[in-house]
């Protein structure tokens, strides 16, 4: 067929000039056989992005500040080296096409040299959440069957913990020099990241893939069951690279320097490794302290154009920079994400400190840009307030991605800006079906239900309302309100749980669980607390216990978390 088309087309298309009758003739057959382009066949692949960045932005700085705790400075091009001595290692440890190396890692030049040298050879780039219980490590490092684990060296006594019960990876590679790797750790097949790519030349031959080969993989908390991944391919990666990059995106260029703060074990660090490589703008990686003191040094001494983070990681900066009155000498634009953004932070960033906000919408199953906000022309006119408004919601769609909203019945609804729905979205980095899916695939109509629901107002700027899911986002980070009731729902004395996220200046929302008492029981709020030390992470226990007489239940027996939310009106969290 690749063959047999170009030929036929390009038959009639010279019959077109000279036989016009014959071509009539021949109308039923191009109706079967379109007239293909005649331009050049070349997959997009994740190997072009370094190769693209090493040849025409090879000077172009990367910056990280280290786990050591030093800076490290050093150039495209020697991340396409290195890329390429990873390919190289990968090689010799005998990794298979599509199999999947881990990581275990904070922002920095390491994980973007696994970002390029994994996927680009083929194999699939696995980024692990470190911060989930050490349980949910392990239970995904089995699904995902992780051949190769790669970890920064502050998550040494997480991997100490887990590696005996990780069945599937075979070696375990610590990214450190080899005179820093520790001889006593207990874990088998422990190398030295150094010394493993050091013994490899930086000459590669990048496989010629499919573009739809898959390249990297992401677990999402799911709300109901267990973790479920979103597997990105070259194709889809490279497509939202190139829209990440738009002028009402993120308008990434090669004159930027930028700072994503938003870890790159959360889909990608919102694919800006990609763009960067894509455009040859300067990358700044803050490792991991991400106090503001830390993010702000690193912002004037890097010269940072563009920043991209959680609002929680803003708050914090913003409160270092405030008591201080400290400006900023080169931050222009700033991208928020991951929650809503609350209006004082986009008016600080406005008003205080002459940074543009971009808030931005996505999930991991969309690799996972979905909306964008820029106004447009007609807007620039409208009144503070107005603008304001605007500002708030969650944005445009990005050209790649279609979004509506529907009812229950799957109708769709206006765009009116105040009929809301639940939100559905279409296109090619939109995952089709989750990693070893389990029952039906998530769409509907072709469409993948966001489990969000939203208003879409006539301009096509699109606001969340709600989740229909009810996960508590606590900075930036997932926590499960189903985990922590089943916790407590373990206690003898409790008889029925509910947990929800409660408003919180510093990490957006914390979790607070409602408990009803079994008859009798005399146990105390800082006795249900202690229960939940050792059984989940720290940051996910809830910071109070609230003794219920009931929990709202719906006609179906589920709990009604809207109604004990209206219930919980005018409460605070402890301390706050
Ligand atoms: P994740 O897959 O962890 O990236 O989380 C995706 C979910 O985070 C979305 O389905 C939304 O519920 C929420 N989310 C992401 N960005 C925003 C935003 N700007 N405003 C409100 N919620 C958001």
């Not at 170009?6 to 009539?24: D, E, M, V, Y």
């Not at 990367?62 to 091009?77: F, I, N, P, T």
Request: hydrophobic share 40%.
């Amino acid at each position: 067929m690749a063959l047999d088309g170009p030929i036929r087309t390009q038959g009639l298309h010279r019959l077109r000039g000279s036989h016009a009758k014959k071509w009539f003739v021949h109308a039923t057959e191009i109706e079967k056989v379109p007239m293909l382009g005649l331009m050049q066949q070349q997959s997009l692949l994740i190997s072009s992005l370094i190769e693209f960045a090493d040849r025409h932005h090879g000077d172009g700085e990367v910056v990280s500040r280290r786990v050591e705790g030093d800076v490290h400075r050093y150039s495209w091009s020697d991340v396409a080296n290195r890329s390429r001595q990873v390919a190289n290692a990968l090689d010799t440890l005998k990794l298979i096409l599509g199999d999947r190396v881990a990581t275990l890692a904070w922002n920095g030049y390491r994980h973007l040299e696994l970002y390029f040298g994994v996927s680009g050879s083929g194999r699939v780039l696995h980024t692990l959440n470190p911060r989930l219980h050490p349980d949910q490590v392990v239970w995904i490092a089995n699904h995902a069957e992780d051949q190769v684990l790669c970890f920064d060296m502050s998550f040494l006594p997480l991997v100490q913990a887990v590696h005996a019960r990780c069945t599937t990876v075979k070696h375990w590679v610590a990214l450190c020099d080899a005179d820093k790797l520790p001889t006593d750790t207990g874990i088998p097949n422990l190398f030295s990241y150094e010394a493993l790519i050091g013994q490899h030349e930086a000459r590669y031959t990048w496989p010629d893939l499919d573009e739809n080969t898959a390249s990297s993989m992401c677990y999402t908390s799911g709300t109901t069951g267990n973790p479920k991944a979103a597997l990105y391919s070259h194709r889809s990666t490279l497509l939202h690279a190139y829209a990440a990059a738009l002028p009402d995106v993120m308008c990434i260029s090669a004159r930027d320097a930028i700072l994503p703060v938003v870890p790159m074990f959360h889909v990608n660090a919102w694919g800006i490794p990609y763009s960067a490589a894509m455009t040859g703008a300067k990358l700044v990686f803050p490792g991991p302290a991400l106090d503001g003191k830390s993010v702000y040094d690193l912002i004037e001494a890097e010269k940072v154009t563009f920043a991209a983070g959680v609002p929680t990681v803003w708050q914090m900066l913003l409160s270092h920079m405030k008591p201080a009155n400290l400006r900023f000498s080169s931050l222009k634009r700033t991208v928020i994400g991951g929650s809503a953004c609350p209006p004082a932070m986009i008016d600080a960033f406005r008003d205080d400190y002459g940074v543009d906000v971009l808030h931005a919408w996505g999930m991991t199953e969309m690799s996972p840009l979905g909306t964008l906000c820029t106004l447009k022309n007609k807007h620039l006119n409208l009144p503070a307030e107005a603008q304001m408004k605007l500002r708030l919601k969650q944005g445009r769609s990005i050209f790649g991605v279609d979004i509506k909203i529907v009812n229950d019945a799957g109708e769709a609804l206006p765009h009116d800006g105040k009929t809301y729905g639940d939100l559905l979205v279409k296109g090619p980095w939109i995952i089709r079906e989750y990693f070893k899916q389990e029952g039906p695939a998530p769409l509907v109509d072709g469409w993948f239900p966001t489990g969000d629901v939203a208003t879409i107002d006539e301009d096509g700027f699109m606001q969340i309302t709600d989740r229909s899911k009810d996960v508590i986002k606590s900075g930036g980070e997932w926590i499960s309100s189903i985990d922590i009731e089943n916790i407590a729902m373990a206690h003898p004395d409790v008889a029925m749980a509910a947990c929800v996220g409660m408003p919180h200046p510093k990490w957006d929302e914390r979790p607070v669980v409602c408990v009803v008492k079994k008859p009798g029981s005399l146990v105390t709020a800082p006795d249900l607390l202690k229960f939940y030390e050792g059984k989940t992470a720290k940051w996910q226990i809830p910071d109070d216990v609230i003794f219920v007489e009931a929990i709202p239940l719906g006609a179906t027996g589920k709990m009604l978390k809207t109604k004990l939310r209206e219930q919980l009106a005018g409460y605070k969290l402890p301390g706050i």
